[in-house]
């Protein structure tokens, strides 16, 4: 089976940091585009950073500077660096890619989420 899984999430002070780990695996040709999402309670869903098969990067204003998303392509996974962390950035971290799969063609998949909080 073709699955997202995210790891690295926790609880946080204010100005700390994480690392967010998404790793793909299954019967993978090549992964597109990988988003990093996250959704805060009563929010919608909302997209923090983007990493293209180029390695070109975007990011939501209220992150840039902060956040660095990077891959390695040699182990189907992304990574999103958080530093200097706000409380305001409090949200389940969802993982988004579409991928090119031996056995199921070419679909989009949804990691399940880590949880964040910044607190103190």
């Known amino acids: 089976q073709l699955q997202l899984v995210e790891s690295g999430g926790g609880l946080v002070q204010p100005g700390g940091s994480l690392r967010l780990s998404c790793a793909a695996s299954?019967?993978?040709?090549?992964?597109?585009?990988i988003n990093w999402y996250r959704q805060a309670p009563g929010k919608q869903r909302e997209l923090v950073a983007g990493?293209?098969?180029?390695?070109?990067?975007n990011y939501a204003d209220s992150v840039k500077g902060r956040f660095a998303i990077s891959r390695d392509n040699a182990k189907n996974t992304v990574y999103l660096q958080m530093n200097s962390l706000k409380p305001e950035d409090t949200a389940v971290y969802f993982c988004?890619?579409?991928?090119?799969?031996?056995?199921?063609?070419?679909?989009?998949?949804w990691g399940q989420g880590t949880q964040v909080t910044v607190s103190s």
């Open positions: 299954g019967s993978i040709f090549s992964i597109n585009v």
């Open positions: 988004h890619a579409y991928i090119l799969s031996f056995s199921k063609g070419y679909n989009h998949y």
């Open positions: 990493i293209d098969t180029g390695n070109s990067t």
